[in-house]
């Protein structure tokens, strides 16, 4: 049995929806809330669904379950409450690597590219366990991330222990069907998609970097198909364990990324630039490259989906189909 935490999220359910094809019994631990949630797993629904504050009470019976995969997070960048992120983002992480230790359960954990902070050169994006005390996050959320990274690297050096197999993945930015539920969270390509179906110009933010022209702000945009192969890999793989970057290694402009969005929809590409957001300034990651030497070394040889082709896929197959989910 396999518990996914946020398993009717954005990742959560796309890994659902892989294991399921396996035949993997799964436990989905998530709200499904009033909106349309439920969609994400309605083709691929769990054995269970378990409301995440039944979470402690369920492992207090030690049910057999072979792996945790732990997605779920206040996953806001512009987050502000932060004893709830602290309780939800780190001492649930903590408390699911301790029941993974004791009970013999692999953990695999999403940390967050937002730890990298205002880095803006591709050598300072380096998962290297020997950084993190380097690490400047910009906001609570990759704060909270970095925590508990720190905290799995001082308990593997006081040898403390640790789950038979652990791996924390910092997921770039992944795009992919599902996401419609995280209103201002949702990927940039959805949101472009949407504007540039109505026949508007796609919007950009302007700079805050000076020397940065507009639009010449990058990330490492990773189709969320990838993110599901790197964890079935890991699950696949029990002998790996570590911190991984989860991209793709190559950062691309938001200019490329709105060109990709208007010549999968077949429209003219037209791009206005507005101001950046009051709430965003000085928390606003202008560069996001994962160096990806690590999850390689480690065994990981598929190739990743290019921005264009995950662009492609997504708009064609999903976003302009008649339904949208996976």
């Known amino acids: 049995m396999i518990i996914i935490t946020g398993g009717a999220g954005f990742i959560g359910s796309c890994l659902q929806a892989a294991l399921r ?13 009033t909106g349309d949630k439920w969609r994400n797993v309605a083709r691929h629904a769990p054995d269970r ?9 369920f492992l207090a019976t030690r049910p057999y379950v072979t792996a945790i995969f ?30 993974c230790a004791r009970n013999g359960a692999r953990f695999i954990y999403a940390s967050s590219a937002a730890t990298y902070g205002g880095a803006d050169r591709p050598e300072q994006f380096s998962d290297d366990p ?3 005390e380097a690490l400047r996050p910009l906001n609570l959320y990759g704060w909270s991330k970095h925590v508990f990274d720190r905290q799995v690297a001082a308990r593997l050096e006081r040898g403390s222990v640790a789950p038979p ?19 201002k969270m949702i990927s940039v390509v959805k949101v ?20 940065l022209a507009d639009g010449a702000q990058a990330r490492d ?23 991984f970057n989860c991209g793709t290694g190559v950062a691309r402009t938001y200019l490329d990324l709105a060109r990709a969005v208007c010549n999968a929809a077949g429209r003219p590409c037209q791009v206005d630039f507005v101001d950046m957001p009051d709430a965003l300034r000085g928390q606003y990651q202008s560069y996001t490259c994962a160096d990806m030497t690590r999850l390689r070394t480690a065994g990981y040889t598929r190739p990743f989906t290019s921005l264009e082709d995950g662009v492609r896929r997504y708009v064609q197959d999903y976003l302009a189909a008649a339904d949208p989910y996976l």
């Open 21 to 33: 094809a396996r035949g993997e019994e799964t436990i989905v631990v998530d709200w499904l809330g």
């Open 49 to 57: 669904l378990l409301a995440p504050e039944a979470l402690d009470d």
């Open 70 to 99: 732990h997605l779920g997070a206040i996953s806001e960048t512009t987050a502000r409450d932060g004893d709830l992120v602290w309780r939800t983002n780190i001492d649930l992480s903590t408390r699911l690597w301790d029941w």
């Open 130 to 132: 020997a950084g993190l």
């Open 165 to 183: 197999q652990w791996a924390g993945l910092k997921f770039f930015n992944v795009y992919g069907p599902n996401e419609y539920h995280k209103g």
């Open 192 to 211: 472009k998609y949407d504007e540039v179906r109505q026949g508007l110009p796609a919007r950009l933010f302007r700079s805050d970097v000076a020397g």
């Open 221 to 243: 945009f990773i189709w969320v198909g990838d993110v599901v192969n790197v964890m079935l890999w890991l699950l696949d793989t029990p002998g790996v364990s570590g911190l």
